[in-house]
């Protein structure tokens, strides 16, 4: 995420100037200190690492969602599809 120019909220506001919509320059500065984008990157992924060791993994902004939620939702799909995968080779290999 660091290394195209700008940041997210770049992109963010020029999509919103794409679609025709009026740009708060002061919300998008209080967007960027909430989320730690005025620091530097080495600074945040150290937050981040921190955050992570206490289970807050982030917030997504593709689903605006805690990235917790997100991973959780499709975690027990992966688990399950993954056990019945197993069980499916033991039936299979065992015989032979």
Do not use: C, N
């Not at 955050?51 to 997100?70: N, T």
């Amino acid at each position: 995420i660091e290394l195209p120019p700008g940041d997210y909220f770049d992109s963010y506001v020029a999509e919103l100037r794409a679609q025709g919509e009026a740009v708060d320059s002061d919300r998008i500065e209080m967007m960027r200190k909430d989320y730690g984008f005025d620091k530097p990157p080495v600074i945040r992924y150290f937050y981040w690492v921190g955050g992570m060791l206490h289970g807050d993994f982030g917030y997504s902004f593709e689903y605006e969602l805690p990235v917790r939620d997100v991973v959780g939702d499709r975690m027990w799909l992966t688990v399950l599809v993954s056990f019945v995968t197993i069980i499916f080779t033991w039936l299979i290999a065992f015989p032979i």
